[in-house]
């Protein structure tokens, strides 16, 4: 999915090798300028919005440091679609209490970043440290079958000199059964320590899948594209298909087109109750390698006159 790609540092005036000083100065003159409040710009209340979304990330050394390395973005006109592992692996920490970010914001950084899920922001005040997030790519299996999952997270942190480094966090985490994309995982007071003798934060995990060699996911159900024969198509076969639980005997109804969708019940995601897995046939035409085949397909067009266009009118 593209979206529009935001620079941040555009937005704040910014190089970008701005120090964090210059962000928080540039933050407080913006931010006076736009208040919706106080602002007679006819478009303040966006761009006070589009300041805040900006701040967030550049203050922030671990958002910062994910943002960079997308570099300047793309040239004008084109789209932008971010990496599928962009900010897997990271760990944040929450965004503001209520925030509501842009698209661009959610697709690097996760939906939890941007639900304002952070609501214990004031540890010290609250007795509880600030709640983190993170978002991982999980292959589909882990949904299939649910279980214990080894998983590194990468949390930024700045060094004594001032510059980012990161350390790796090891975690072993269960993933419930049946988990869809953009659910999460909570692990209670795997978040940043508090102040005092207050409870740690939590640690939310938001969950993506790594793409299948053969399963596409549609909320709890599976699409498969199964090559059949022409012969297979036109005459009806039974043939072997793959399942999450395995192979299985498929009939291939005669006269199926390419794009037919045969349904297998409860073949999908694990849930209650569960989703269903759609095989979707695609014709598969055989090579015309050498003579042989080149007449066989000479004899088809003659026993079998045919115009594929004929829909179109030509």
């Known amino acids: 999915m593209s979206v529009e790609f ?9 190089a970008r090798d701005a120090t964090d000083a210059q962000i928080k100065q540039a ?56 990496p599928p592992d962009f900010g897997a692996g990271f760990e944040f920490s929450g965004a503001g209490e209520g925030a509501d970010y842009s698209d661009f914001f959610e697709a690097l950084f996760g939906r939890a970043a941007g639900a304002g899920r952070a609501g214990r922001r004031g540890g010290y005040d609250s007795g509880h440290g600030e709640d ?9 299996d882990a949904s299939l079958q649910g279980g214990s999952r080894s ?61 299948h060699p053969l399963y596409r996911v549609e909320g709890r159900d599976l ?27 498929l009939k291939v109804p005669a006269a199926s087109q390419a794009g037919t969708k045969l349904r297998l019940r409860e073949r999908g995601i694990p849930a209650s109750p569960p989703g269903d897995l759609y095989v979707v046939l695609q014709i598969a035409l055989p090579p015309a390698r050498d003579e042989n085949g080149k007449a066989a397909y000479r004899a088809l067009a003659q026993a079998l006159p045919f115009n594929p266009r004929a829909s179109l009118g030509v």
């Open 27 to 82: 933050y407080r003159k913006l931010a006076r300028k736009y208040h919706p409040d106080v602002s007679k710009e006819p478009d303040a209340e966006a761009r006070f919005k589009e300041l805040g979304e900006a701040y967030e990330v550049l203050r922030s050394p671990e958002k910062r440091a994910a943002y960079d390395r997308l570099g300047t973005g793309p040239r004008p006109g084109e789209e932008f679609r971010p």
């Open 151 to 211: 998983l590194t997270l990468r949390v930024p942190q700045i060094d004594a000199q001032g510059h980012v480094t990161v350390r790796d966090r090891a975690l072993n985490v269960r993933v419930p059964q049946g988990i869809l994309p953009g659910q999460t995982i909570r692990l209670a007071g795997q978040g940043a320590p508090a102040h005092g003798e207050g409870k740690p934060g939590d640690l939310y995990i938001e969950v993506e899948f790594q793409p």
């Open 6 to 14: 935001k620079d941040y540092y555009k937005v704040m005036g910014l």
């Open 223 to 249: 699409y498969l594209d199964l090559p059949v024969a022409p012969w297979e198509a036109a005459l009806g076969a039974t043939v072997k298909a793959p399942t999450p639980g395995g192979l299985v005997d």
């Open 132 to 140: 983190h997030h993170a978002r991982v790519l999980l292959d589909l």
